[in-house]
């Protein structure tokens, strides 16, 4: 025990160094435009070819394979970085699978991985070098020094000169003048030294082309080439003795585990025996099976304990935020990486399709800026979600780094994220619930969009607005207003929100979190007002009072109100969003006024005596009404949390009716309007709905 203790004590720390950068981030996923014969033949050779390669990636970390007839026969082949230990390769296959996997039902496609690499198609592709879909991936970070240049340069044809005569890899590290670049080559093993050394060079003449930025991929059909200013290869010296020595320790290990496996077979048998004689009720109506859906998914697993010490067993002082099916906990991992951990409300059938939705949603949306599920838990009693980086809070000392180069950062990656999902992914996705507390950073502040509990999947050839059965969802602060007075659902819903958001970020205030005198203001309306009076630099967050910045600040100020702008089809699509983004030069509209307006109204008494006024203590009752026309629904809203707790209807012409399903002596409330109050303020400049808060208090 004490020889056990000593080696992994001496292992655990190079464990960490390569668990701390595991290359499993998406590069690049390009799929086939033409579609197969037989989506279901081809998936089920997919899934057989899959079976074969697997333990083949794991001795190899190499593998290639066909299966089926034509014209529906497939062949796919994968590769890992020879820097990957087995395991980190097997997870790297794991992970990239499922990605191509929504490629189908096209004839296949390619996917790249920091890690490794998967091609599949309707034709044996072996041996292609290049392809006319080779391109390029460079960051947007940039070295302009000439130092770097002429780095760059000397090391590239070194790499593609030993490449093919070590195996088709290489790594290469080059200093000069204190300037340091790595390199990484890699051929796919299938290829000899003359294909390998062609493709390796038409790849130095694409990533040329990333010059002067601090990072660069060639994505070449046989061969993958990367450079860097930073160490991003694992050991490989290291990683082999690591794996010889833990190998040793599993099979010790194995030989203790057979023996207690006839206790384990006992008991487990013994546990199915008491299930059937005392079956469980589950609640009525639940219809999705969660452990056949990790299964199919494939994601890999964390032990609940292991979320426990991560969270501190879900202490308060963890959490987040919470959601309308969950709460969210901060958590760091033994190797120090922060993590999100949903912990989810299942408990009817709504919710349970909502976390469906959300792990489909991910599982066909693949983007740097979009969250990555890593983990999940599907027990009986616990179901958890596990995501890499850490929930954007309001804090006002984090809020402090957040200097305006990291927020125009935070503001672009979402608007990446967001016009892939209008328009990269093969369906069509409307998030409908962007807001700053779904939007995740990781370590360099790169954000990722999260929580995709309540999209929407349309296809590409549906109606131009999509009605969802008049169902609201959403955050209040954050729904357009086409989408709460009708359930009209279009990208232009998302583009509002992103708007909303945008200012929230410039400001660093909340969009429902500015009073003025006894009127319940908005920021969207507040910064439309100062950009009115020509003083917009009155809303911008004081720590971002920098004069060389403060003109591209008023500009996004603009862009984030001609995003809010109460006429969908004035707002620009995301498409036009991140072109204004990217250059500076572009001519903007002036925009319109915003839709919302607000104005306090007092309620009398409810006219049930016995009602629980606590219920309306922190509410607030918001008028949904078309233009010239009487309000036609009532919205009963919690004031700190914006969240949605009951509609109601107008009855008659001077009383709301509102239902509360939670109360179970008097489940409706009637508020009556006597002649005295004030009727809600309809605007008449606007052409969609507006919105007048009234306070609820008894």
Same mark, same amino acid.
């Given at each position: 025990m004490a020889a056990f203790l000593i080696i992994f004590f001496l292992i655990a720390p190079s464990i960490r160094r390569c668990r701390a950068d595991n290359r499993l981030d998406l590069v690049?996923?390009?799929?086939?435009?033409?579609?197969?014969?037989?989506?279901?033949d081809y998936l089920k050779n997919y899934k057989l070819i899959l079976r074969h390669m697997e333990p083949e990636m794991y001795r190899?970390?190499?593998?290639?394979?066909?299966?089926?007839?034509?014209?529906?026969?497939?062949?796919?082949?994968?590769?890992?970085?020879?820097?990957?230990?087995?395991?980190?390769?097997?997870?790297?296959f794991t992970r990239i699978t499922n990605i191509l996997h929504a490629c189908f039902p096209t004839t296949g496609g390619r996917v790249y991985l920091d890690g490794c690499f998967i091609r599949a198609n309707n034709y044996s592709f072996y041996r292609e070098v290049t392809s006319h879909a080779d391109n390029e991936r460079c960051s947007d970070d940039v070295e302009t020094s000439d130092d770097f240049k002429m780095v760059l340069k000397k090391m590239l044809p070194k790499m593609v000169q030993e490449a093919p005569?070590?195996?088709?890899?290489?790594?290469?590290?080059?200093?000069?003048?204190?300037?340091?670049?790595?390199?990484?080559? =890699?051929?796919?093993?299938?290829?000899?030294?003359?294909?390998?050394?062609?493709?390796?060079?038409?790849?130095?003449?694409?990533?040329?082309?990333?010059?002067?930025?601090?990072?660069g991929r060639a994505l070449n059909a046989g061969c993958f080439l990367r450079y860097s200013t930073y160490n991003f290869a694992h050991n490989t010296s290291v990683a082999a003795v690591?794996?010889?020595i833990v190998s040793f320790i599993i099979y010790i290990l194995i030989t203790a585990i057979v023996c207690s496996l006839a206790v384990a077979v006992g008991l487990r048998?013994?546990?199915?025996?008491?299930?059937?004689?005392?079956?469980?009720?589950?609640?009525?109506?639940?219809?999705?099976?969660f452990a056949a859906l990790d299964q199919a998914m494939n994601f890999l697993q964390f032990k609940l304990s292991t979320l426990e010490k991560a969270t501190d067993c879900f202490n308060k002082a963890n959490k987040l935020g919470s959601g309308g099916y969950g709460e969210v906990f901060k958590g760091t991992l033994p190797d120090g990486r922060e993590i999100a951990v949903k912990r989810l409300y299942v408990n009817g059938r709504s919710r349970s399709r909502e976390i469906y939705n959300e792990l489909d949603v991910i599982s066909k949306a693949q983007h740097k800026n979009l969250e990555n599920m890593i983990r999940n838990i599907f027990g009986t009693k616990t179901k958890m979600v596990t995501y890499f980086g850490g929930l954007w809070k309001e804090d006002p000392e984090k809020k402090k780094e957040l200097d305006w180069e990291k927020r125009h950062k935070i503001i672009m990656g979402t608007a990446e994220g967001l016009e892939y999902l209008h328009k990269g992914c093969e369906v069509r996705i409307i998030h409908r619930d962007i807001k700053a507390s779904n939007i995740l950073l990781d370590l360099k502040f790169r954000p990722k969009i999260a929580d995709f509990g309540l999209a929407r999947l349309c296809l590409r050839d549906t109606d131009k607005f999509h009605l969802v059965n008049n169902t609201v969802a959403g955050t209040f602060g954050y729904m357009a207003p086409e989408y709460i007075a009708k359930g009209r659902l279009t990208e232009k819903v998302d583009v509002y929100s992103f708007g909303?958001?945008?200012?929230?970020?410039?400001?660093?205030?909340?969009?429902?979190?500015?009073?003025?005198?006894?009127?319940?203001?908005?920021?969207?309306?507040?910064?439309?007002?100062?950009?009115?009076?020509?003083?917009?630099?009155?809303?911008?967050?004081?720590?971002?009072?920098?004069?060389?910045?403060?003109?591209?600040?008023?500009?996004?100020?603009?862009?984030?109100?001609?995003?809010?702008?109460?006429?969908?089809?004035?707002?620009?699509?995301?498409?036009?969003?991140? =072109?204004?983004?990217?250059?500076?030069?572009?001519?903007?509209?002036?925009?319109t006024k915003p839709p919302f307006f607000y104005e306090s109204l007092n309620f009398p008494s409810p006219v049930n005596p016995s009602f629980n006024s606590d219920l309306l203590a922190e509410t607030t009752i918001v008028f949904v009404a078309d233009r010239g026309t009487k309000p036609l629904k009532a919205f009963v809203v919690n004031r700190r949390s914006s969240s949605l707790i009951s509609v109601g209807s107008i009855v008659g012409n001077n009383s709301i009716s509102i239902g509360f399903p939670s109360i179970h002596d008097d489940p409706s409330i009637r508020l009556r309007l006597l002649p005295h109050h004030r009727v809600p303020c309809i605007v008449p400049s606007l052409s969609v709905s507006s919105l007048v808060s009234v306070d609820g208090g008894v």
């Open positions: 690049a996923r390009s799929c086939e435009t033409a579609t197969v014969r037989s989506k279901d190899n970390k190499f593998a290639f394979h066909e299966a089926g007839k034509p014209p529906d026969k497939l062949y796919v082949l994968s590769q890992c970085m020879d820097d990957f230990s087995r395991v980190e390769c097997a997870q790297c005569y070590r195996k088709g890899f290489a790594l290469y590290k080059e200093s000069w003048n204190g300037t340091t670049v790595h390199g990484m080559a =890699q051929c796919w093993k299938i290829l000899d030294k003359d294909m390998c050394s062609s493709c390796l060079a038409d790849a130095v003449d694409l990533v040329y082309h990333c010059m002067p930025a601090k990072e690591r794996y010889a048998l013994g546990k199915i025996a008491y299930k059937q004689i005392n079956p469980r009720r589950e609640w009525k109506g639940k219809e999705v099976d909303v958001l945008m200012l929230e970020i410039i400001s660093g205030v909340k969009n429902t979190k500015i009073e003025s005198n006894n009127n319940l203001e908005t920021l969207v309306t507040d910064t439309w007002k100062h950009f009115q009076s020509i003083t917009t630099k009155e809303i911008i967050d004081e720590s971002l009072h920098s004069e060389d910045q403060i003109e591209e600040i008023k500009r996004e100020i603009h862009l984030g109100l001609l995003c809010t702008q109460a006429e969908p089809s004035l707002r620009p699509n995301m498409t036009k969003v991140l =072109q204004i983004l990217r250059h500076k030069d572009m001519d903007m509209p002036s925009p």
